[in-house]
């Protein structure tokens, strides 16, 4: 994901390593519930609307990198209405909207409100349990939150928590995830990637169009469209999932590097579980326009974004994401947990495959330097609280966690803890405290202390916590 400016990946070796109970979403009253406010998420409350549950999205753009402040769209939902719908919202940001139709019908009424509601009011109110679609016409410049302009003229989405509302409508929370199509048109000579597999392209009037399906239930801010004058490269992993790699055009590509990806893919495939999506890959983009802080690499379904030359660390990362975050999604943005630390703990499996002590090189190293450091263990994982949702804590502490928990249960009851995750909660949404129950069910453990010592405190572990199994001995501080 794209992470805080002011959290760099730290470093084990010389390689960079790169949440909670069942929710019951709070409850919205149902005039509210059908128009403005959102699902209620307690770091971002007028996210979604908890009035229907989105199956799909169409999304056609149409693009010219000659006039970069402007973008065409046109978005069918599909969604079915968990309540009667008088009047409900979809997310987007900015954008001139020419139309909106329900069921093949214009609207009685469509208004903006707040910073990103489109509140639309059906001809006819939509009954409780029918499935629907709403067509929405748009135009205008993107908005920045979500898509960047590279040098070239082409551009990019990436965004966490937020990306999906700078260029189509959706209902934007984690908890509503759907398939999603792709229809882009650009002038002939550049190229459109997304996310999942690749359909015809057509040309007309010098103008070629691109189509990318994601079949599999996708959260918002994991969807993505790239335009470049992109080389495109093919190959497969070992399981024959293809993976397919776009570069811009400054960079120089390396055969290596494309190598160490396919690696990397069947390395995380043995330790997580099947590869969850029906292709892979990259999209490497190019310079932006207007530089954003921080790095921004993101882990958009089955096609991570680089904005430069991936390594190893951050393939590692990104594509860990497509099993913790993308298949496996949380329920709000308190659960950030679930997506980052595995996927930071993903670098340091990595670097033990390669030959690293973890116990030692990565453990150790990490607890002490940072025992007498309140700051460094006064986040929770679970809710770190508003604003933090993709705190440091959740990679740094996170990473020290789950090596922790390895240690406690075992390496035999870790890993199947992760292979039954994955499994069990494919292409759904979990919480991290569905995962300690899962830990405990596995290793046949009362985790409880464990568990309330690293997720839920604010300050350094108790030794029996911070050094238990194996971890124990000389080296250790008691």
Known sequence: MRRPPNHPRRTTTALAAAVVSAVVLTAVPASAATGGPGVGDPYFPDDGNPGYDVSHYDVRIGYDPARTDRLDGDTTVTARALTGLDRFGLDLKGFTVASVAVNGTPAKEFSRAGAHKLVITPARPVAKGSTFTVRVRYAGKPDAEGWHTLKSGGAYVAGEPHSATSWYPANDHPSDKATFALTATVPDGWTVVGNGLPGPESVKDGRRTFRWSEDKPMVTYASTVAIDRFTVHRGKTAAGTPVITAYSPEYVIDPDTEAEQTEILDFLTAKFGPYPFSSAGAIVVGAEKEPSDGSNALETQSRPTYGAMPFDASMVHENTHQWFGDSVSFKDWRDGCLAECFAQYA????????????????????????????????????????????????????????????????????????????????????????????????????????????????????????????????AARH
């Open 347 to 474: 670098g340091q499996l990595w670097e033990e495959h390669k030959g690293a002590d973890l116990d030692a090189g990565f453990y150790r190293s990490e607890v002490e330097d940072y025992r007498d450091d309140p700051s460094f263990w006064s986040v929770r994982l679970y809710d770190p609280g508003p604003g933090r949702e993709l705190d440091g804590a959740l990679y740094f502490k996170g990473s020290l966690m789950l090596h922790a928990l390895r240690r406690t249960v075992g390496d035999e009851a870790f890993f199947r803890t992760l292979r039954t995750w994955t499994h069990d909660h494919a292409y759904g949404n979990a919480s991290f405290r569905q995962f300690e129950a899962l830990a405990a069910k596995v290793s046949g453990q009362d985790l409880r202390g464990f568990f309330s010592a690293w997720v839920d405190g604010t300050v350094i572990p108790a030794e029996r916590y911070l050094y238990p199994g194996s971890l124990a001995g000389p």
